[in-house]
């Protein structure tokens, strides 16, 4: 079965760093460009990262500097690491294919506060 597994979230303070995990599971993973996408409460989801299968990256603005994704291709794993958080980045952090065409998958709630 096709599954996007997110990984990785938690409670951090204002500064802190998280390293974010994606599990993902059957061919099109494997053979996509993939993103790391959030959604804050009452707003749209959005996409914050990108990576090829070739490993070129592009970073939103906001978090341009701060995050950096990377890939596994074996592992059909993706990785967030985010450093310097904000209160802003809070959100529910999702990965997915670009564009997205697998399930959504749950998942890793991200919340930066003091």
């Known amino acids: 079965q096709v599954q996007l597994v997110e990984s990785g979230g938690g409670l951090v303070q204002p500064g802190g760093s998280l390293r974010l995990s994606c599990a993902a599971s059957?061919?099109?993973?494997?053979?996509?460009?993939m993103g790391w996408y959030r959604q804050a409460p009452g707003k749209q989801r959005e996409l914050v990262a990108r990576?090829?299968?070739?490993?070129?990256?592009n970073y939103a603005d906001s978090v341009k500097g701060r995050f950096t994704i990377s890939r596994d291709n074996a592992k059909n794993t993706m990785y967030l690491q985010m450093n310097s958080l904000k209160p802003e980045d809070t959100a529910v952090y999702y990965c997915?294919?670009?564009?997205?065409?697998?399930?959504w998958g749950q998942g890793t709630q991200v919340t930066v506060s003091n």
């Open positions: 059957g061919s099109s993973a494997s053979s996509s460009a």
């Open positions: 990576i090829t299968r070739g490993g070129i990256t």
């Open positions: 997915n294919t670009l564009p997205a065409i697998m399930t």
